[in-house]
Nanobody
Framework: QVQLVESGGGLVQSGGSLRLSCAAS????????MGWFRQAPGKEREFVIG????????YYADFAKGRFTISRDNAKNTVYLQMNSLKAEDTAVYYC????????????????WGQGTQVTVSS
């Protein structure tokens, strides 16, 4: 089992930045690819960005390119999502997720999920 806890969400003005954290516990964190997903009201949960176990390569949804970055610190069992130039349409609950293997964008293939953290961007 892997337990994931997100933090860092909140209210920010359009154009602002937020940094989300996802702390993992349980099995060896470094064995897992990590992804961030988000879910806005009335919409399906969608892939945002992901990173493989070695921390090499970020995989981005189109809307995240140039604005969002992901990093991980395996020594701290933590993955980060840095979000810049936030827009009102980025408002959602953000979830981190873990899977063995490589990053993919299909949410059904992630084994472990956090409880989510709310991000609200005011226009």
């Amino acid at each position: 089992q892997v337990q994931l806890v997100e933090s860092g969400g909140g209210l920010v003005q359009s154009g602002g930045s937020l940094r989300l954290s996802c702390a993992a516990s349980g099995r060896t964190f470094s064995n897992y690819a990590m992804g961030w997903f988000r879910q806005a009201p009335g919409k399906e949960r969608e892939f945002v960005i992901g990173i493989n176990w070695g921390g090499i390569g970020g995989y981005y949804a189109d809307f995240a390119k140039g604005r969002f970055t992901i990093s991980r610190d395996n020594a701290k069992n933590t993955v980060y999502l840095q979000m810049n130039s936030l827009k009102a349409e980025d408002t959602a609950v953000y979830y981190c997720a873990a899977r063995r293997g490589v990053v993919i964008s299909r949410r059904e293939d992630y084994e472990y999920w956090g409880q989510g953290t709310q991000v609200t961007v005011s226009s």
